[in-house]
């Protein structure tokens, strides 16, 4: 449960840095001190935050190959985020299982987004997956 909050936590620091790209140490201090996150799990919502802004363009591109008529830009800014570090965890964090990276990234757009995004982020990421050669 704890690393579906880090989770969550990158997410709402990745949204930030989406509208308003500069520093969120001070938000990044305030989100990981209210959810008393272990230090394991500081480190790991801090790879997912770094992670994806260090291979955002490699990230993108393959989240706008198989995102049939929907540009980056045109997806909600939770959604590309979620897909984001979903993808980012499919690529370069292979210690994760791909079913727990895929339904965790679900589980957060039923949570920050709605139904109809988390079945679109599925469907994206298991063309994705399929892509990449990952095992489900």
Not at 18 to 26: S, T
Not at 74 to 94: F, P, Q, W
Request: proline share 2%.
């Amino acid at each position: 449960m704890s690393r579906r909050v880090a989770r969550q936590i990158a997410l709402q620091l990745l949204y930030q840095v989406d509208l308003a790209p500069g520093p969120i140490d001070h938000s990044w201090q305030l989100l990981t001190d209210q959810a008393s996150l272990q230090s394991a799990d500081r480190q790991f919502a801090h790879s997912l935050i770094t992670g994806v802004l260090d291979n955002k363009a490699d990230i993108d591109q393959l989240i706008a190959r198989f995102a049939k008529d929907w540009s980056i830009e045109r997806m909600s800014c939770v959604d590309r985020n979620i897909l984001r570090m979903a993808v980012y965890e499919l690529k370069y964090h292979t210690d994760i299982p791909i079913k727990v990276s895929v339904n965790e990234a679900v589980e957060l757009a039923k949570v920050f987004s709605d139904e109809q995004a988390a079945r679109f982020i599925n469907g994206i990421l298991g063309a994705i997956v399929d892509y990449l050669g990952c095992e489900k």
